[in-house]
């Protein structure tokens, strides 16, 4: 089995850390992305961009993964035990994949917890806040290693062969509501693959999926996990 996973801000509801869209406090209701999340507001006003993503930053650190990072990192796991394939591309810039044992993991929009150099393109970790005075050795600014909108995702050649090689596509606690990962759907269809939504509510793009599942990642993905494990 070749397995490509694509997962967003849903899974990492349940562990504290604010979804974008949708109904309740999502992040882009509380705040305006055009002034925190583009290259054009961090020119306009560093601080500020600092300030939002220092504050996520600490309710990373201090949060954990859920039931859903674990199943997903035990399917990984499992599939490589039999000889499978899995590719796992995360819109969200949380480590909690990683804390909860995944491997293998394609982060398309960049880490909060490393910074960039603004100058050089160098990239480093970062567990600390940044300012208008964190400098690169080179004299650059430091920025979070974030793809904001307006900037090229990360990675989407080495993406683009994993999802051209996968059977199944599955989509996990996103909105499809940004591009290019809300494409992803379509190429895989083209391609003839099944295609699999799991997340609260239908997505944007919930009818180019054959097989949908509504619930909360914490409870929905573990028992999928255990389906295909037992097929
Ligand atoms: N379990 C499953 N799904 C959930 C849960 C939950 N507990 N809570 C919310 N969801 C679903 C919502 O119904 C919504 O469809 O997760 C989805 C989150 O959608 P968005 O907030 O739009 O997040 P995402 O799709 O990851 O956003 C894509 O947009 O703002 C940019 O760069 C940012 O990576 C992000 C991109």
């Given at each position: 089995?070749?397995?490509?996973?694509?997962?967003?801000?849903?899974?990492?509801?349940?562990?504290?850390?604010?979804?974008f869209?949708?109904?309740?406090?999502?992040?882009?209701?509380?705040?305006n992305?055009i002034?925190?999340?583009?290259?054009?507001?961090?020119?306009?006003?560093p601080?500020?961009?600092?300030d939002?993503?220092?504050?996520?930053r600490?309710?990373?650190?201090?949060?954990?993964?859920?039931?859903a990072?674990?199943?997903?990192?035990?399917?990984?796991?499992?599939?490589?035990?039999?000889?499978?394939?899995?590719t796992?591309?995360?819109?969200?810039i949380?480590?909690?994949?990683?804390?909860?044992g995944?491997k293998?993991v394609?982060?398309?929009?960049?880490?909060l917890?490393?910074?960039?150099?603004a100058?050089?393109?160098?990239?480093?970790?970062?567990?600390?806040?940044?300012?208008v005075?964190s400098r690169?050795?080179?004299?650059?600014?430091?920025?979070?290693?974030?793809?904001?909108?307006?900037e090229?995702?990360l990675?989407?050649d080495?993406?683009?062969?994993a999802?051209?090689?996968?059977e199944?596509?599955?989509?996990?606690?996103t909105?499809?509501?940004?591009y290019?990962?809300?494409?992803?759907?379509r190429?895989a269809r083209?391609r003839?693959?099944r295609?699999?939504?799991?997340?609260l509510?239908?997505?944007?793009?919930?009818?180019?999926?054959?097989?949908?599942?509504?619930?909360?990642?914490?409870?929905?993905?573990?028992?999928?996990?255990?389906?295909?494990?037992?097929r």
């Amino acid at each position: 089995m070749n397995l490509f996973i694509l997962t967003g801000a849903g899974v990492s509801a349940e562990s504290g850390l604010g979804v974008f869209r949708g109904p309740g406090a999502a992040l882009w209701k509380r705040y305006n992305p055009i002034r925190l999340a583009t290259p054009e507001a961090f020119a306009h006003d560093p601080a500020l961009v600092h300030d939002f993503y220092n504050t996520r930053r600490r309710n990373l650190i201090a949060a954990s993964p859920n039931a859903a990072h674990v199943a997903l990192a035990r399917l990984e796991a499992e599939l490589a035990r039999r000889g499978g394939a899995f590719t796992l591309v995360t819109q969200n810039i949380d480590d909690l994949h990683e804390r909860a044992g995944s491997k293998n993991v394609i982060h398309m929009h960049g880490e909060l917890l490393k910074a960039r150099c603004a100058s050089c393109g160098a990239v480093r970790d970062c567990r600390d806040d940044l300012s208008v005075d964190s400098r690169c050795g080179c004299g650059g600014a430091l920025r979070p290693h974030v793809v904001w909108f307006g900037e090229t995702p990360l990675d989407t050649d080495e993406i683009y062969e994993a999802l051209a090689a996968a059977e199944i596509f599955v989509a996990i606690g996103t909105s499809g509501a940004v591009y290019p990962a809300a494409g992803f759907v379509r190429a895989a269809r083209a391609r003839g693959r099944r295609c699999c939504e799991l997340n609260l509510e239908p997505s944007g793009n919930a009818e180019e999926f054959d097989d949908r599942r509504y619930g909360a990642a914490s409870e929905i993905v573990p028992s999928w996990v255990e389906e295909i494990l037992a097929r």
